[in-house]
Nanobody, 126 residues
Framework: QVQLVESGGGLVQAGGSLRLSCAASGSTFSSYSMGWFRQAPGKEREFVAAITWNGGRTYYAESVKGRFTISRDNAKNTVYLQMNSLKPEDTAVYYC???????????????????WGQGTQVTVSS
């Protein structure tokens, strides 16, 4: 059974940076696109970024364009989210997700068929 495990969250001051990682178990990681989503207290989960199976295309929410970068290392079964110029409004639990089948790229929520990690907390202080 494939599992996704996020790490790298923490507390950072506004303007700072963090890099999130999402490690996937199993041998099929390189066949799937991957995505990052976030959920702030009292708000719905929202799309942040996505990357195709080979890293050839990336997608970003308008709110993070130019500040966040998604990347992946298929040899390590890991997808990353580099977050720069963080703002207090970036505070949320960040989740990585995998669509139900290869070829799909998920850029909207909800995604009840997606495989989700447990999330990692990012807190940006002002």
């Amino acid at each position: 059974q494939v599992q996704l495990v996020e790490s790298g969250g923490g507390l950072v001051q506004a303007g700072g940076s963090l890099r999130l990682s999402c490690a996937a178990s199993g041998s099929t990681f390189s066949s799937y696109s991957m995505g990052w989503f976030r959920q702030a207290p009292g708000k719905e989960r929202e799309f942040v970024a996505a990357i195709t199976w080979n890293g050839g295309r990336t997608y970003y929410a308008e709110s993070v364009k130019g500040r966040f970068t998604i990347s992946r290392d298929n040899a390590k079964n890991t997808v990353y989210l580099q977050m720069n110029s963080l703002k207090p409004e970036d505070t949320a639990v960040y989740y990585c997700a995998r669509p139900i089948r290869p070829g799909l790229v998920i850029t909207t929520t909800p995604c009840p068929t997606c495989l989700w990690g447990q999330g990692t907390q990012v807190t940006v202080s002002s």
